[in-house]
T-cell receptor, first 113, second 116 residues
Framework: AQSVTQPDIHITVSEGASLELRCNYS??????LFWYVQSPGQGLQLLLK??????LVQGIKGFEAEFKRSQSSFNLRKPSVHWSDAAEYFC???????????FGQGTILTVHP | EAGVAQSPRYKIIEKRQSVAFWCNPI?????LYWYQQILGQGPKLLIQ????????DSQLPKDRFSAERLKGVDSTLKIQPAKLEDSAVYLC??????????????FGEGSWLTVV
């Protein structure tokens, strides 16, 4: 069965600091990996995705993520956080055919001025 | 391009009552999903449609939840009778095709249900 673990429930950073959100997955084959962001009262917005190819993927809002097969990880990074990045971030894994998307429990990001 | 539309956005009902949520996917999207997101958790897939056929409903509590997608476009998710533990956000999502074909899933803003 596929699963996602986001070890950090809540992270606090200062504005302008760098950010890394951790994501570890379990999947029996090459996974499709996603990061979504959810602001309070809103739906999920796709930040970036990995299907194949270059293991470093760029997304919107200056985010990037790196797929590391050996570590079963897909960590999200941003070099300089803005106050507007405060939200909840979800990592998700899916697969081939009609495989469903499985989400982690999310990491809440708080940004201090 | 219009996104995934959902209504109502908010609903408060008493336990044992019924409720229905409606979803209109992005135009041309053949695959439609309903996810349940309980506070503090990630979304969980309830049901997936490909056109008007059900692909996966393994996590749908079929004794109280039902969903349909007539004509392969709009979809309705119904809960009857509702329980307290059904309080959650119900997210509708759509994609051009199945995830395995490299498609991206787009989410609506959700329908917030509180059962009292």
């Amino acid at each position: 069965a596929q699963s996602v673990t986001q070890p950090d429930i809540h992270i606090t950073v200062s504005e302008g600091a760098s950010l890394e959100l951790r994501c570890n997955y379990s999947y029996g084959a090459t996974p499709y990996l996603f990061w979504y962001v959810q602001s309070p009262g809103q739906g999920l917005q796709l930040l970036l995705k990995y299907f194949s190819g270059d293991t470093l993927v760029q997304g919107i809002k200056g985010f990037e993520a790196e797929f590391k097969r050996s570590q079963s990880s897909f960590n999200l990074r941003k070099p300089s956080v803005h106050w507007s990045d405060a939200a909840e971030y979800f990592c998700a894994v899916g697969g081939t055919s009609y495989g469903k998307l499985t989400f982690g429990q999310g990491t809440i990001l708080t940004v201090h001025p | 391009e219009a996104g995934v539309a959902q209504s109502p956005r908010y609903k408060i009902i008493e336990k044992r009552q019924s409720v229905a949520f409606w979803c209109n996917p992005i135009s041309g999207h053949a695959t439609l999903y309903w996810y349940q997101q309980i506070l503090g958790q990630g979304p969980k897939l309830l049901i997936q449609f490909q056109n008007n056929g059900v692909v996966d409903d393994s996590q749908l509590p079929k004794d109280r939840f039902s969903a349909e997608r007539l004509k392969g476009v709009d979809s309705t998710l119904k809960i009857q009778p509702a329980k307290l533990e059904d309080s959650a956000v119900y997210l509708c999502a759509s994609s051009e095709g199945p995830l395995g074909s490299g498609n991206t899933i787009y989410f609506g803003e959700g329908s917030w249900l509180t059962v009292v």
